[in-house]
């Protein structure tokens, strides 16, 4: 066929070496079939060199897709900076409730007990961190008896409102702390509750600094009136204020709040998020300085004062409506807010009794202070 058999030789050891170019342009230009039956024919379909090239672009092709883009990955990154999460990603901060006339739909209808039987009794998930078996589910059969003997002790053994007026003077530092105790939680309650809309109200937190807010406003207000309801409004909070205050300090800090960092906080980034949380401006106030703002306004400006048997019951009835609040109406809706007291737990009860011990330890633990005369030793500072 060649006259020079050199350059027969040469042709065709430079068509075996581009084999691989002439068979990938032609594939340009055939029809799909034509190049499925020549790429199963040709032996360079199958060399090394194709397939390494093959295996890059694929590579480089998936890198490309996986990338996420920058602004994506900033938005991301600065949601999850923002305040502890829960184990199914959502911010606690982003809480939104349900719409109020959904929920007044499902509590007229006995059955099912969820409302919104979908979330798993995780309301919008963000109670996924709570175990599966505290929020779906029977409740323990003492957790009922306990709730049926409580409220009828409320309404049988309810003993006689007789509470002594602890109003005080003019321009007083009673008075004047008052005034500046009443600012304070209204600024507070402000921060929350612009940020985060009605939620927090739900959270026995926030009742009882609202109730330690009202306690200081109608303290205030006493020494401009004579009325005689708002002097026994003022002074039939008294107790409840301070007991509110003491159950909010001592069992989120000593309890719940090392329970969820330890056991709920699984990594940590979330650990470290939910010390950030916790140690804001208005969470220091809410879970810290109540305590010392109910003892002043409650104890040592009126340090002669003994609570009542009066003073005991108002603050137990306060406990039973948010109780009702908290197992009638936030379980049903998947609210968790303190997993240690779920009733569907077997030491529900003793949970419960615990708090009761709370209340009735305050009680007689601050009367005992008052008849020793501690308290008017300490109060003296305060009475100018």
Not at 82 to 97: A, C, L, N, V, Y
Not at 229 to 235: D, Y
Request: aromatic share 14%.
């Amino acid at each position: 066929m060649f006259n020079n058999p050199g350059k027969e030789k040469r042709i065709i050891k430079n068509i075996k070496s581009e084999g691989p170019t002439i068979a990938s342009h032609s594939s340009l230009t055939m029809p799909a079939t034509t190049r499925s039956r020549r790429s199963s024919q040709s032996p360079s379909a199958s060399s090394p060199s194709v397939s390494r090239s093959r295996s890059r672009s694929r590579s480089r092709s998936r890198s490309v897709k996986s990338a996420p883009s920058p602004s994506k990955s900033k938005a991301k990154k600065k949601t999850s900076d923002e305040g502890p999460t829960t184990s199914g990603g959502h911010r606690i901060d982003d809480f939104k409730p349900p719409a109020v006339k959904d929920i007044v739909k499902g509590l007229l209808k006995p059955s099912p007990w969820l409302i919104f039987p979908s979330d798993s009794g995780s309301l919008c998930g963000f109670f996924d961190f709570v175990p599966l078996h505290l929020r779906v589910g029977p409740w323990f059969f003492l957790a009922p008896v306990f709730l049926l003997a409580y409220a009828l002790s409320i309404f049988y053994l309810k003993p006689p409102l007789n509470l002594p007026d602890t109003s005080p003077v003019l321009y007083t530092f009673p008075h004047l702390f008052s005034g500046v105790a009443a600012l304070n939680g209204l600024h507070v309650l402000h921060l929350i509750l612009s940020k985060a809309g009605p939620a927090p109200l739900c959270t026995f937190t926030i009742w009882s600094w609202t109730i330690l807010t009202t306690r200081s406003i109608l303290t205030f207000l006493t020494p401009y009136t004579s009325s005689p309801s708002l002097h026994l409004l003022s002074s039939s909070l008294r107790f409840p204020s301070l007991v509110a205050a003491t159950v909010t300090f001592f069992i989120w800090n000593l309890l719940l709040a090392p329970i969820f960092y330890t056991f709920f906080m699984k990594d940590p980034s979330s650990k470290k998020k939910f010390l950030t949380w916790n140690t804001q401006y208005h969470m220091i106030h809410i879970h810290a300085l109540n305590y010392p703002i109910a003892m002043v306004t409650c104890v040592l400006t009126c340090s002669n004062v003994k609570f009542t048997e009066g003073d005991l019951w108002i603050s137990l009835f306060v406990l039973f409506l948010y109780s009702c609040l908290y197992l009638l109406i936030l379980d049903r809706i998947g609210v968790h807010l303190y997993p240690v007291f779920s009733p569907r737990s077997k030491f529900s009860v003793l949970g419960w009794c615990a708090v009761f011990g709370l209340y009735y330890g305050t009680f007689k633990g601050w009367n005992y202070f008052i008849e020793s005369g501690v308290t008017s030793r300490v109060g003296s500072f305060f009475k100018w």
